[in-house]
Structure formats: structure tokens, C-alpha cells
């Protein structure tokens, strides 16, 4: 079945540690998303993929980074510059980043601060 | 950047029709309208989308208002697995990431 997995679905993260995100599609899209949630809030991006060897940063990418090797992949590492990155991960794919596409979305990643 | 305007939260019974309205006094001419859905603990999945005209699928109508400064999605039989947050988002002609505000949280009680 083609479509998007993250993982894992809970990450707990240590003072000062740096942890990774998995973002992994399977539906040959160009673009690729990575967004943010807090509870009962919207999402807000964080960075954004057009092409595979490309990102940019989104609103809220300060204490984040991507990187885009693979047109399959798009993991996300939290860095210890997030004070705050406690968190509901969301990660999205589209065909491109036109206006008529579809986004879809993976389940999610939870990161809780230890 | 356009911005939607929609009302935090309403309630309906199962079986019932559910109209959940959305502003967007400052769309372009370009600009398409989406709507997706978030269940709870879950990622946004995506309902419908249109640019003029009304639009109908297996999950919802889009009824789009003759000045496109507005528009409803229509579910027309609620149940209880639709429950959730629904997130109305313009997206530009061209190239432009969407952000998502707050949506409406939608009760449906049996």
C-alpha cells in the first residue's frame, strides 16, 4: 500500500539531546512537509522539501534541521536548540507544491521531554 | 498571506446534515479552497477541495459562494466517526505551502 509512515510513534528526548524523526513515502511525491502541533492549535511548518537535495525553512524551523538525500525521505532532527519540543510531529507529502495538490499525511511522531 | 475565518467549534446529531461554514474575505482570484479533517491523534486527511464551482465526492460537498469571500463544507449524513477537527486553508496559484489554523471541532452526538 503506498503511502506515509513515521516513526516512532512516541519519542522521549533527554535534556540536551538530539533526536531524529523518521519520514519515510512511498508515493514517488516531490514535496514533502514537516509540521508542528500543539494541543488544541493548528499545525505550523517547520521545513519544507520541493525536490529531493532541497529544503527551506518553514515558520517555526529555529532549533530544527532536514535533510532531503532521498526522494523517499525526509527525516527531521530536534536538536538541543529546541527548548521547548515537546510536541506532535506531523509529516506530509504532495505530487509538488502547487496549489491544486493534496496533501497527505503520515500518523504522526509524539516527542515528550524526559 | 489569504487567511480563513472559522467558527472554534459545533455540535450536531448522527444522521444529521452538518454545515461548517469558513470565511475568506481576502481570496484571490487564483486561490484554490481545501478542507481536511483530523481525527484525534491522527494526521489531517484530506476531504475536498475547489475553486469555483461546487464539488461533490464520496465524503463531502463543497458549496462555494458566488464571490468566492466564503464557503461550506457539507456532510450530509454525520456520524459519529466524524468527529473531529476540520481545517479549511487556501492555497494560492503557484507554488505555496499551506499552514493550517485552529479549524472547527466538530461534536456529533448520538
Known amino acids: 500500500d503506498g503511502g506515509i509512515t513515521q516513526s516512532p510513534k512516541y519519542l522521549f528526548r533527554k535534556e540536551g539531546q538530539n533526536v531524529t524523526l523518521s519520514c519515510e513515502q512511498n508515493?514517488?511525491?516531490?514535496?514533502m512537509y514537516w509540521y508542528r502541533q500543539d494541543p488544541g492549535q493548528g499545525l505550523r511548518l517547520i521545513y519544507y522539501?520541493?525536490?529531493?537535495?532541497?529544503?527551506q525553512k518553514g515558520d517555526i524551523a529555529e532549533g530544527y534541521s532536514v535533510s532531503r538525500e532521498k526522494k523517499e525521505s525526509f527525516p527531521l532532527t530536534v536538536t538541543s536548540a529546541q527548548k521547548n519540543p515537546t510536541a506532535f510531529y506531523l509529516c506530509?507529502?504532495?505530487?509538488?507544491?502547487?496549489?491544486?495538490?493534496?496533501?497527505?499525511f503520515g500518523p504522526g511522531t509524539r516527542l515528550l521531554v524526559l | 498571506d489569504a487567511k480563513t475565518t472559522q467558527p472554534n467549534s459545533m455540535e450536531s446529531n448522527e444522521e444529521e446534515p452538518v454545515h461548517l461554514p469558513c470565511n475568506h474575505s481576502?481570496?484571490?482570484?487564483?486561490?484554490?479552497i481545501h478542507w481536511y479533517r483530523q481525527l484525534p491523534s491522527q494526521g489531517p486527511e484530506y476531504v475536498i477541495h475547489?475553486?469555483?464551482s461546487n464539488v461533490n465526492n464520496r465524503m463531502a460537498s463543497l458549496a462555494i459562494a458566488e464571490d468566492r469571500k466564503s464557503s461550506t463544507l457539507i456532510l450530509h449524513r454525520a456520524t459519529l466517526r466524524d468527529a473531529a477537527v476540520y481545517y479549511c486553508?487556501?492555497?494560492?496559484?503557484?507554488?505555496?505551502?499551506?499552514?493550517f489554523g485552529r479549524g472547527t471541532s466538530l461534536i456529533v452526538h448520538p
Open positions: 506530509a507529502s504532495s505530487i509538488d507544491s502547487g496549489s491544486r495538490e493534496t496533501q497527505y
Open positions: 508515493l514517488n511525491h516531490d514535496a
Open positions: 522539501s520541493q525536490i529531493v537535495n532541497d529544503f
Open positions: 481576502t481570496i484571490s482570484g487564483t486561490d484554490y
Open positions: 475547489g475553486l469555483t
Open positions: 486553508i487556501l492555497r494560492p496559484g503557484g507554488s505555496y505551502i499551506p499552514t
